[in-house]
């Protein structure tokens, strides 16, 4: 339950973040920069404060998620660039929180109760199913309620989303009990990335499991940015809320898909894997090949249901193959070439801009409103 409201706190403001900052008055260069703030302080930031959680506890890094994501929203609210550029870093702070600590405390409770190993795998589907299908669709079409329907203007879903971030601490705080890594007393942080690095770098399989990891994450991340100005080249109106809870639905049916998968023992995750980034790769050549927006939405549904299989499987590999020591340390060493990539992409947003512009032969409408 409180994986779900954690989770609904980041869902609400997805849909919204590039259009509050367009809002305010910001080019898309500007966006980009923001945009960049974030991934580069998960990556510098959030690398060491997710890795803290191995040591000082991940039930306390789990609460300092919630209350670095609910500073990060109060920050949306001020129209300013410094403000806003705060507001990312923290926000991007909470980004790696999110995807380390939660999964590492889940990981380490399972195993200390001497719950089954397959069981683990269920409740991985069902967390997916739910928190990146159900409670996303949800999120969408609440935020696009708050935004259209109640005209509360697009700042609205962080507000709401603070408030089911400060339920969730609230949750957290009164019913989970504490669990760590290596607790050891002898060891600072820099012994616990050089024991992480050890690790990846002595096993072939954690090594490449990042790779994986962080190669189909920068696709995914890339997309959450590009969808809009693919869908929308000139800035037309469209409807945010429903086409991202549309894009959840496939994620949805996606996880549910994995469920099956995983409940059998052939073919193993490694191999089903396998055809999933086929297909992937594959939908998201659309937008090149066609300026169809039917087609493109197509291919962006196809993408999100492999991103749906993508993140039960890649959670259960990494229970198999991640020493539980190091669990959070290396989960976020893992987002560090990932954030760099997504960096650059990011920083070389407005070519990207340029060609849809100039695909759909809009270009003489780009120079007359500049980029």
Same mark, same amino acid.
């Given at each position: 339950?409180?994986?779900?409201?954690?989770?609904? $706190?980041?869902?609400?403001?997805?849909?919204?973040?590039?259009? %509050?900052?367009?809002?305010?008055?910001?080019?898309?260069?500007?966006?980009?920069?923001?945009?960049?703030?974030?991934?580069?302080?998960?990556?510098?930031?959030?690398?060491?404060?997710?890795?803290?959680?191995?040591?000082?506890?991940?039930?306390? *890094?789990?609460?300092?998620?919630?209350?670095?994501?609910?500073?990060?929203?109060?920050?949306?609210?001020?129209?300013?660039?410094?403000?806003?550029?705060?507001?990312?870093?923290? $926000? $991007?702070?909470?980004?790696?929180?999110?995807?380390?600590?939660?999964?590492?405390?889940?990981?380490?409770?399972?195993?200390?109760?001497?719950?089954? @190993?397959?069981?683990?795998?269920?409740?991985?589907?069902?967390? =997916?199913?739910?928190?990146?299908?159900?409670?996303?669709?949800?999120?969408?079409?609440?935020?696009?309620?708050?935004?259209?329907?109640?005209?509360?203007?697009?700042?609205?879903?962080?507000?709401?989303?603070?408030?089911?971030?400060?339920?969730?601490?609230?949750?957290?705080?009164?019913?989970?009990?504490?669990?760590?890594?290596?607790?050891?007393?002898?060891?600072?942080?820099?012994?616990?990335?050089?024991?992480?690095?050890?690790?990846?770098?002595?096993?072939?399989?954690?090594?490449?499991?990042? *790779?994986? @990891?962080?190669?189909?994450?920068?696709?995914?991340?890339?997309?959450?940015?590009?969808?809009?100005? *693919?869908?929308?080249?000139?800035?037309?109106? =469209?409807?945010?809320?429903?086409?991202?809870?549309?894009?959840?639905?496939?994620?949805?049916?996606?996880?549910? %898909?994995?469920?099956?998968?995983?409940?059998?023992?052939?073919?193993?995750?490694?191999?089903?894997?396998?055809?999933?980034?086929?297909?992937?790769?594959?939908?998201?050549?659309?937008? =090149?090949?066609?300026?169809?927006?039917?087609?493109?939405?197509?291919?962006?549904?196809?993408?999100?249901?492999?991103? $749906?299989?993508?993140?039960?499987?890649?959670?259960?590999?990494?229970? @198999?193959?991640?020493?539980?020591?190091?669990?959070?340390?290396?989960?976020?060493?893992?987002? =560090?070439?990932?954030?760099?990539?997504?960096?650059?992409?990011?920083?070389?947003?407005?070519?990207?801009?340029?060609?849809?512009?100039?695909?759909?032969?809009?270009?003489?409408?780009?120079?007359?409103?500049?980029?």
């Amino acid at each position: 339950m409180v994986v779900y409201v954690s989770i609904a $706190g980041d869902w609400l403001q997805g849909p919204y973040v590039y259009y %509050l900052y367009s809002t305010y008055g910001f080019g898309k260069g500007e966006i980009g920069q923001l945009f960049i703030a974030g991934f580069g302080s998960s990556m510098l930031f959030g690398t060491i404060v997710g890795s803290l959680a191995d040591k000082q506890g991940r039930r306390r *890094a789990c609460v300092t998620y919630c209350i670095t994501y609910i500073l990060s929203c109060i920050t949306k609210h001020s129209p300013q660039y410094k403000i806003l550029m705060i507001g990312r870093v923290l $926000g $991007g702070i909470a980004t790696s929180l999110l995807f380390s600590a939660f999964e590492s405390w889940l990981v380490a409770e399972h195993n200390k109760r001497g719950f089954e @190993q397959q069981w683990l795998s269920l409740t991985f589907s069902k967390a =997916i199913f739910l928190g990146n299908g159900l409670v996303a669709i949800l999120s969408g079409l609440f935020g696009n309620l708050l935004v259209d329907s109640l005209s509360l203007g697009p700042v609205a879903p962080f507000d709401a989303a603070a408030c089911f971030l400060a339920i969730g601490m609230a949750i957290i705080l009164s019913s989970w009990t504490e669990n760590f890594g290596d607790s050891s007393e002898n060891k600072d942080l820099l012994t616990q990335f050089r024991g992480a690095a050890v690790a990846i770098a002595s096993d072939e399989k954690i090594a490449l499991l990042g *790779a994986i @990891q962080s190669l189909f994450e920068g696709s995914m991340y890339t997309f959450v940015f590009l969808w809009t100005p *693919a869908l929308s080249p000139n800035d037309e109106e =469209i409807p945010h809320g429903f086409i991202f809870a549309t894009f959840m639905l496939a994620s949805m049916l996606g996880s549910s %898909l994995a469920s099956r998968l995983m409940a059998r023992s052939s073919p193993r995750v490694e191999s089903y894997m396998q055809i999933v980034f086929v297909i992937s790769s594959a939908s998201l050549l659309l937008p =090149i090949i066609t300026n169809v927006c039917c087609l493109q939405l197509l291919g962006f549904c196809t993408f999100e249901a492999c991103v $749906g299989i993508f993140w039960p499987s890649i959670m259960k590999m990494r229970s @198999q193959y991640i020493p539980e020591e190091a669990r959070s340390t290396i989960m976020n060493f893992f987002r =560090i070439p990932l954030n760099i990539f997504v960096c650059i992409v990011l920083y070389n947003f407005d070519d990207y801009y340029y060609y849809f512009l100039f695909r759909d032969g809009k270009l003489d409408s780009y120079e007359r409103k500049g980029p």
